[in-house]
């Protein structure tokens, strides 16, 4: 999908592009039929789906994520955002009873429901993008049997609710000090449990497990309200989709990681590994798997991945350059933050890989512009270390990003090179893509 912020004399809005004409139908679908319950999500304020574009309201820059990011530090968990998750949860039972009726699931993309098709992809794309890339040894047959058993149990509870498929706090938005949901046009038909799980085993969130039961606890209070509710059923199978949801973010994480080489998302396997130990300490459910759990040990145990977690730097500077043609990169973090330099102001500057004849000297003005960007990154990394961030966006675009851009991008990483606990990734999206 692209996203576009549009601004307008009075009001701004953000603009949607996205290839996917099915998914479209479901979020927009999904989206009016919320709207018209008063459930806080965007409103659409216009659509042409035979172009796949939307516009729909404007909700900010802040999520969740980047608010607990924001405001956690040295593992204390403020009153703050414990208050701003109750409010959050509030709204969960309200999109899965009330929310769920009238909905049209005949629009739901690519299934209906969170059925045992949809459990077995999930559980497939664990084993092959998370422990095959991890090399966590298995028998594979074993293991499918084992797959079987827990889809069958987890089956067994009542699924049908609307089911979110994606609650986590990269997908609510703060706008006016209330949460507001987006990203929900995987919505299908499931079971309760699925969605506070996904919220309260939000791997970087890192709730820490004494606010995860209270959080926990609120929740099936707060459900209460909606359908009746048998506490003990419910955690029982509570731990169960919070097993499924973390293979399922596990296989993300490999997919991304492991497969594209994106070393970002490796960052979180640690604490995906933190959650599924905390789980299978607690879980109780009356089936035997043994080889999944056999499996979860080795995933525990894996030296693999805990070289991965000890290879890694203190502090990631995701460096780009590109056109301003071809649109701006994407925040690394996932937080929407850091920096665009704009170079077109800047004299043309030739970089080792331009031939003499396009040579023209560097002036002053370039030198003192990157002294600027030099102190204002300095700063930033030193305010990062600090708010417990590890990871920060430099980007620089000119007209067609092959000189200006890519000069002032190798300069910076130059400058940050062989700096203690510093890791450094540089792209140049346009000379890349030649």
């Known amino acids: 999908r692209e996203y576009y912020r549009i601004t307008g004399s009075n009001i701004t809005a953000i603009g949607v592009y996205n290839a996917d004409h099915k998914e479209n139908i479901a979020f927009l679908s999904f989206t009016k039929h919320f709207y018209k319950k008063k459930l806080p999500v965007p409103e659409v304020y216009a659509e042409d789906l035979n172009k796949n574009i939307y516009l729909i309201q404007d909700l900010g820059d802040i999520t969740l994520f980047s ?6 530090q040295d593992g204390a968990y403020p009153n703050d955002l414990l208050s701003l998750y109750k409010k959050v949860i509030d709204q969960i039972p309200k999109f899965q009873v009330p929310g769920s009726e009238g909905l049209d699931y005949s629009v739901c993309y690519p299934r209906a429901a969170f059925d045992k098709q949809s459990m077995m992809w999930d559980l497939s794309y664990f084993k092959y993008y998370f422990l095959k890339l991890a090399k966590i040894p298995f028998d594979e047959q074993l293991l499918e049997d084992d797959f079987h058993k827990f889809t069958d149990y987890l089956l067994q509870a009542d699924s049908h609710y609307f089911l979110y498929r994606d609650l986590q706090s990269r997908n609510i938005m703060i706008h006016d000090d209330r949460p507001y949901f987006i990203d929900y046009q995987g919505g299908r038909k499931g079971a309760l449990q699925y969605d506070p799980a996904s919220l309260l085993f939000d791997s970087k969130a890192n709730i820490p497990q004494g606010i995860r039961g209270q959080l926990l606890e609120y929740y099936m209070d707060t459900l209460q309200q909606f359908t009746p509710v048998d506490r003990d059923q419910f955690i029982q199978y509570f731990y169960g989709y919070a097993l499924i949801r973390i293979m399922q973010a596990m296989g993300a994480y490999g997919f991304r990681g492991f497969y594209e080489k994106k070393e970002h998302f490796l960052d979180s396997i640690p604490f995906a590994l933190k959650d599924l130990q905390t789980i299978l300490k607690i879980i109780d459910y009356p089936i035997d798997t043994p080889i999944l759990f056999e499996t979860f040990q080795r995933l525990l145990e894996s030296e693999e991945l805990k070289a991965i977690h000890k290879k890694k730097k203190a502090f990631t500077v995701w ?116």
């Open 67 to 72: 608010y607990l990011m924001d405001i956690q």
């Open 319 to 434: 460096i780009n350059s590109f056109s301003y043609r071809k649109g701006i990169p994407m925040d690394q973090s996932g937080e929407g933050g850091g920096y665009v330099f704009d170079c077109r102001s800047l004299s043309p500057v030739k970089p080792e890989y331009l031939t003499d004849s396009d040579s023209i000297d560097e002036k002053n003005e370039t030198a003192s512009f990157l002294n600027h960007v030099y102190g204002i990154i300095d700063l930033s990394i030193k305010g990062h270390l600090e708010q417990k961030k590890n990871s920060l966006t430099v980007s620089f675009g000119c007209t067609q990003g092959q000189r200006r851009a890519v000069y002032c991008a190798d300069r910076l990483a130059a400058y940050l090179n062989g700096k203690d606990d510093i890791d450094i990734s540089l792209s140049h999206k346009e000379m890349d893509n030649k």
